[in-house]
């Protein structure tokens, strides 16, 4: 039991982690990858080959250049369409298409 409630007290009482600090990407990597995706909207999958170079010319790794594509087709090409334009189609979304604002 004591063994128990010394687990217990270890549990709650650790300190918490503190929480890892994000760091962002150069700009100018990011402005690279953004232009490509923006010439690219209609098929936004660089290919392994186009992700070396990107690995090559901005310095960042493979993972990190994977993962800035993921994250930007998801926050850029969602329902507004590429890097937040709505490309004046309001079909897909409910709001904007019942005139509620």
Sequence with gaps: ???????????????LQTSRKR?????DATEMLKKWLEENKDTPYPTEDQKKI?????????QQISNW?????????GRSGI????????AGNP???SGNY
């Design 95 to 97: 709001a904007t298409a």
């Design 1 to 15: 039991m004591l063994e128990l409630q010394r687990s217990y007290y270890h549990y709650y009482q650790a300190p």
């Design 54 to 62: 990107f690995e090559r010319e901005t310095g960042l790794t493979l």
């Design 69 to 77: 594509f993921i994250n930007a087709r998801r926050r850029h090409l």
């Design 83 to 90: 890097l937040g334009k709505n490309n004046g189609n309001s």
């Design 23 to 27: 760091g962002n990407l150069p700009k």
